[in-house]
């Protein structure tokens, strides 16, 4: 490919439920310094996330010390509408359209492309971590919400409008019946995700140690795990929780078939031993289950990969479509 007199090197966004992150990528897969907001203290309104991801990205294209880059790339968790290139509804934000891609391209006369996060973390696994090439595997992230990106048969899937394998979003369970951000219930998401871990500890303890929900429950995820870990009594709901990933797990695996599956996200590398081994040892084995990891990309899964998916898409690095 000619890259002529290009940087090689493009902005990557990730914009997630909490955090918004930015960073220069080049097509060696070097990220630079990356720059970090906490999107629900500093955003009331969707068009706070616009101009704050605006503000980001001016940001690093003005630095004087690097070459200009030629493109940008957003990771953004969904649901997307890729054809308008906003975040749509979505369960873990606040905001019923969030325009991305139009006044980031607007202001900056750059191409800008939006992919689902998930999407971007899969590809980055392939792109740039060790399991380079792999031509199925599965991207699962467990962080405020749940989801699932899917390289299958070489290619990005990445469905209609940019949100298939929304893995949160499958029903793992009709005995609790809890609510999802999405309005759906019985969501992989409702029950073992950041936001769904301290609602599901709260109605297990209601449902099997009565009268304990009056002496105070953990309000946060990590004190949730923190009151497992001090006190037997709460056993079970490890048990639970583990039932609950083991049937979102198998359904990823039904649907896919993947040669390799990629845990990420805060809980997972904080709390891998929680939640790994206790959701494999109850996983369906009506299909081999895979080679399971867990990324080693330090949580950049998703901006790495909304660089790769830009540098694809403007030919500095080549079509993976083709290469994988």
């Keep these: 490919m000619d890259t002529g007199n290009r940087s090689n090197d493009v ?112 590809l980055a696994e ?71 871990i301290p609602v599901f500890f709260r109605r297990w303890t209601e449902t099997h140690l009565p009268g304990h929900t009056r002496l105070g429950l953990p309000s946060s995820t990590p004190e949730v795990f923190d009151a497992v870990r001090d006190n037997e009594k709460y056993a079970g709901f490890l048990d639970a929780l583990a039932v609950i990933n083991a049937k979102g797990l198998s359904n990823v695996i039904a649907a896919y078939e993947p040669e390799q599956i990629v845990f990420d996200g805060p809980l997972v590398r904080e709390h891998a031993d929680l939640l790994i081994g206790p959701m494999l040892e109850r996983t369906d084995r009506y299909l081999a289950l895979p080679e399971i990891s867990i990324s080693s990309l330090e949580g950049h899964a998703p901006l790495l990969g909304a660089g790769a998916h830009t540098l694809g898409k403007i030919g500095l690095i080549g079509d993976m479509h083709r290469t994988l």
């Design 126 to 196: 392939v792109r740039f971590g060790p399991l380079r090439g792999t031509a199925d595997l599965v991207y699962i992230t467990i962080s405020t919400g749940i989801g699932a990106g899917v390289i299958a048969g070489g290619r990005l899937v990445t469905g209609h409008r940019g949100n298939a394998a929304e893995a949160g979003h499958m029903c793992v369970d009709t005995t609790y019946h809890l609510s999802c951000g999405c309005g759906g219930r019985g969501h992989w998401e409702a029950y073992a995700s950041g936001s769904g």
């Design 11 to 122: 902005i990557a966004v990730d914009i997630g439920a909490t955090h918004l992150r930015t960073a220069r990528i080049a097509a060696s897969g070097r990220i630079g310094p990356i720059t970090r907001e906490n999107l629900r203290e500093t955003c009331r309104t969707a068009d706070d996330v616009t101009r704050l991801v605006m503000a980001a990205v001016g940001a690093l294209l003005g630095e004087q010390d690097s070459a200009p880059a030629e493109a940008i790339g957003i990771a953004a968790a969904g649901p997307l509408d890729l054809s308008s290139g906003a975040i749509v509804q979505s369960p873990n934000m606040p905001f019923e359209r969030i325009d991305i891609t139009g006044p980031l391209g607007d202001a900056y006369g750059l191409p800008a492309y939006l992919l689902n996060d998930c999407s971007a973390g899969a």
